[in-house]
């Protein structure tokens, strides 16, 4: 069964910067398969980011020129860089796998942006 362990999250005020890690174990895979996952207060789970076969970053429209997903195959690690962060961020942030996520989550990283 794969494992995710997401870190990085923290309290930051709008317009801070953040760096989540997601460390995947358990199972071999391709990072090009992982994406990044928001859950906001009172919201479904969304994607913000992910990257496509060719290892592409692709993410959302709201996010782009802000948002940077990124890899290191060495560390199976996945990368979220969160700059310009809006009140709007705020949520836990979650990775797996794109489009059909894995049945297990992980505990996920908490974002709180403040005005």
């Known amino acids: 069964q794969v494992q995710l362990v997401e870190s990085g999250g923290g309290l930051v005020q709008a317009g801070g910067s953040l760096r989540l890690s997601c460390v995947i174990s358990?199972?071999?895979?391709?990072?090009?398969?992982i994406g990044w996952y928001r859950q906001a207060p009172g919201k479904q789970r969304e994607l913000v980011a992910r990257?496509?076969?060719?290892?592409?970053?692709i993410i959302a429209d709201s996010l782009k020129g802000r948002f940077t997903i990124s890899r290191d195959n060495a560390k199976n690690t996945v990368y979220l860089q969160m700059n310009s962060l809006k009140s709007g961020g705020s949520g836990v942030y979650y990775c797996?796998?794109?489009?059909?996520?894995?049945?297990?989550w992980g505990q996920g990283s908490q974002v709180t942006v403040t005005s």
């Open positions: 358990g199972r071999i895979v391709s990072l090009n398969t």
């Open positions: 990257f496509n076969f060719g290892g592409t970053e």
């Open positions: 797996s796998r794109y489009p059909v996520p894995w049945g297990n």
